[in-house]
């Protein structure tokens, strides 16, 4: 699993599921979404916070 903040676009990027060098999922998240993390994290990531950081 790769997780990428993206303070540019204020975007949470879940990249999942390698298999033979790239991920086969990607999911983008607008900051302040709940952001659902497959396994084996399996968590929910709350990213309200990250608009505190927007410019």
């Known amino acids: 699993m790769y997780?990428?903040?993206?303070?540019?676009?204020?975007?949470?990027?879940?990249?999942?599921?390698?298999?033979d060098g790239r991920y086969q999922q990607t999911a983008s998240h607008p900051w302040g979404t709940p952001v659902e993390l497959p396994d084996p994290l399996a968590f929910t990531l709350d990213t309200e916070e990250l608009k505190d950081y927007a410019d």
């Open 3 to 19: 997780l990428l903040i993206d303070r540019d676009n204020d975007t949470v990027v879940v990249h999942s599921e390698p298999k």
